[in-house]
């Protein structure tokens, strides 16, 4: 009979370098998904002992202490205690120790031994430690804690084939031995003792880190550290438009390509429109955006990586405070730019529940990613390419306040809800701030291969499924000779009767219908358009051949374009976030308050927007 | 004197913590990260916009972001530089 495989646990404080010895010892062959009922991440990996045998590998969320004050360290003591549904009890802890942070480990480190349970210990990151004039003897730390420990360096391999054997070592002894739970004793007796053992452990202490020292005098400069920040934060912007131009140009030509090699190959007919215009245009409009998704997400792991992102949020506090918030809700909302779903994920950092609440009922505004095609569309459709001044263009210049409009609402409603719906007791700000590291290209890959593949995949199913379903609903029932298609299809009828309510604030049928299907995700609005305009179009050639900036001009006046984009900075159109906001506040309440706030204010944005344009003559 | 209190750069210890006066989950976090009486710490950064806040303490190798509504329940004693030693 076939023994169970071993499940092993990594476990230890935050930025003790669990996920680069993660990713050292499992390569990128990992799964990610949720615990079920929170959505705390779980990331397992496998891993192969010596005797050829595989090891299941958890990494678990840091976490300071078994007496738990956030959701994320919630998940780490149940499993370690073998209550998490979903994830047997762990065979194996290993215990991770950030070397140059031993004494402050060290109180975690015993709490959790003394449960007297099969563990190892890395002592991790010895490397830098030693960079430190830190210089540490294993062998005096295993007498001590009375459990073996393995001198690591994640990023060189140091000492991971060692663990890995320990691992298998130390399953085989828990099975000839009863567990022995040692004595408790209280944080402060253990405080005591951690000092005890890390004096006892350290052989030699020179001056302490001088690089992040010199580092945080400037970048935590009280004059000079908000300017960085705001540059640095500048530059990945910058880049997230200029980098992202060409590799989306290419994305574009290959779409395109493939759409016009389908076209002449297949006979046309009913099926080649469906492929043509239905899923090349439709998903292929959504996957030319993959560019700017990856390079927004490269600087923000780079940031987190590097340990800059904790100094961004000590230098966002005084702000976030201003409108109730704190530093730590700066993390989830900057990731939120990129996409709200890990956004209000990172939320789960937030100690603070009514802190936490309030954050992720802002994160949706932050201007995500899927809003790009939509603002790219319209205002290179609508905004003249003019220079307003020296490098400003004023299609850079709408854009920049969209952006603006999204930041400046999301703080407003942040000072309003804290003040009523999410009041409470004023949130701390209380984190530690790593030390400086540079990030290694493994990490940063398998980071981003996991964000680009989320991004695909959610293309290759979600966005396929309702741009198929558009389709067939736009096609069906046919219209008669002479009538037009859209006015005669299902999707026809349902946006007629939304440009009703619609049409106060500018909205034309084809709008009505586009922002339909984008509740599924707000970049289906423009593979909507897109399939719409081809779908209208295909009786006749010369509309055929116009971009589809083109086909909007002609149809749309720049009033409407406008009320478009104002609609978008609030508008809550991803099933996702919503399904993510059901998650993480456990019911339907808030998200369903999220929606209601959300539509209520695109809604009054995009009828202020309309009327001030029209009264302004614009068109 | 308090700890919003210390200049920068001096090292103190802290001789007592008035817990009642933080929120429980924020005094057991700060306990977490070893702030608690009998901890030896020094004042490295403070923000620069109204309120001078968070401050940035370190303590040992680490270095803690908190707010000064934290720290002004912290009693700190500065320690003389020739006691050193």
């Not at chain 1, 506040?585 to 209601?596: C, H, I, R, Y």
Request: charged content about 15%; glycine content about 8%.
């Amino acid at each position: 009979m076939s023994r169970m495989p071993i499940v092993a646990a990594l476990v230890g404080n935050p930025n003790a370098g669990k996920s680069a010895l993660f990713n050292a010892l499992t390569g990128a062959r990992q799964k990610i998904a949720n615990y079920p009922g929170v959505t705390v991440e779980r990331k397992a990996g496998r891993l192969i002992l010596p005797t050829g045998e595989p090891v299941e590998l958890v990494d678990l969320p840091g976490s300071y202490g078994l007496g738990s004050t956030s959701p994320d360290e919630e998940v780490t003591r149940k499993v370690i205690m073998g209550e998490q549904t979903g994830q047997a009890q762990p065979d194996v802890i290993v215990l991770v120790l950030d070397s140059s942070n031993l004494e402050q480990h060290l109180v975690f480190a015993q709490e959790v031994i003394e449960l007297g349970r099969p563990t190892v210990v890395a002592l991790n990151m010895v490397d830098l430690a030693e960079r430190d004039g830190l210089v540490i003897d294993p062998a005096a730390l295993e007498t001590a804690l009375g459990v073996p420990v393995f001198a690591t360096v994640a990023v060189r391999r140091r000492g991971l084939a060692e663990l890995t054997a320990a691992i298998g070592e130390a399953r085989d002894r828990a099975q000839a031995h009863e567990a022995n739970p040692r004595p408790h004793v209280t944080l402060p007796e253990r405080r005591m003792l951690a000092h005890e053992i890390a004096n006892a452990a350290i052989i030699s202490e020179t001056a302490k880190h001088r690089i992040h020292a010199r580092l945080d005098k400037a970048l935590l400069h009280p004059w000079a550290g908000p300017p960085i920040l705001f540059a640095l934060l500048f530059v990945v912007f910058q880049a997230v438009f200029t980098w992202a131009t060409p590799f989306a140009d290419g994305l574009e030509a290959v779409v395109g390509g493939l759409g016009d090699a389908v076209k002449a190959t297949l006979p046309d007919s009913l099926f080649r429109d469906l492929i043509t215009d239905g899923i090349i245009a439709g998903v292929g409009s959504v996957v030319v955006f993959l560019p700017q998704i990856v390079i927004l997400f490269f600087f923000i792991l780079t940031m987190e990586a590097t340990g800059y992102m904790a100094r961004a949020a000590f230098l966002m506090d005084r702000m976030m405070a201003g409108v109730g918030l704190s530093g730590r809700s700066f993390i989830p909302l900057l990731s939120s730019f990129a996409c709200a779903i890990p956004g209000i994920m990172a939320t789960r950092s937030i100690t603070d529940p009514k802190d936490r609440l309030t954050t992720i009922l802002i994160a949706p505004m932050m201007t995500c990613s899927a809003r790009l095609p939509v603002y790219a569309v319209i205002i290179a459709a609508f905004i003249p390419n003019n220079k307003v001044g020296p490098g400003i263009g004023l299609q850079g210049l709408v854009l920049f306040a969209l952006y603006v409009a999204g930041i400046v609402g999301a703080m407003l409603v942040a000072l309003v809800l804290r003040r009523s719906v999410t009041k409470g007791a004023a949130s701390g700000f209380i984190m530690e701030l790593p030390k400086y590291q540079l990030p290694t290209v493994k990490d940063l890959a398998i980071g981003l291969w996991q964000r680009a593949w989320i991004f695909l995949r959610r293309a290759g199913t979600m966005i396929f499924t309702v741009t198929i379903a558009l389709w067939i609903l736009l096609n069906f029932p046919r219209a008669e000779p002479g009538q037009d298609q859209i006015n005669a299809s299902v999707a026809g009828t349902l946006a007629n009767g939304l440009a009703v309510v619609l049409e106060p604030i500018g909205f034309n049928r084809d709008m009505s219908l586009a922002i339909i299907p984008a509740m599924a995700a707000r970049e289906v609005a423009v593979s909507s358009l897109a399939t719409t305009y081809a779908v209208s179009a295909s009786d006749d050639e010369d509309a055929q051949a116009m971009a589809l900036g083109d086909q909007l001009k002609s149809r749309w006046t720049l009033s409407m374009a406008l009320s478009f984009l104002a609609w978008f900075v609030f508008a809550p159109q991803c099933l996702s976030t919503i399904a993510v906001a059901r998650r993480e506040t456990n019911g339907w309440k808030w998200p369903a308050f999220m929606l209601a706030y959300l539509f209520a204010l695109a809604y009054l944005a995009s009828f202020a927007t309309f009327w001030t344009a029209t009264a302004l003559g614009l068109g | 004197m308090t700890l919003d209190q210390l200049p920068l750069g001096t090292p103190a210890r802290i001789a007592s913590v008035d817990w009642s006066a933080l929120v429980a989950e924020e005094a057991q976090r700060l306990q977490a990260l070893g702030l608690d009486a009998g901890a030896r710490v020094t004042l490295a950064y403070r923000g620069v916009f109204a309120g001078r806040d968070p401050l940035a303490v370190e303590i040992g190798r680490m270095t803690v972001a908190l707010r000064r509504v934290h720290a002004r329940a912290m009693i700190v004693e500065p320690i003389i530089e020739s006691a050193r030693a």
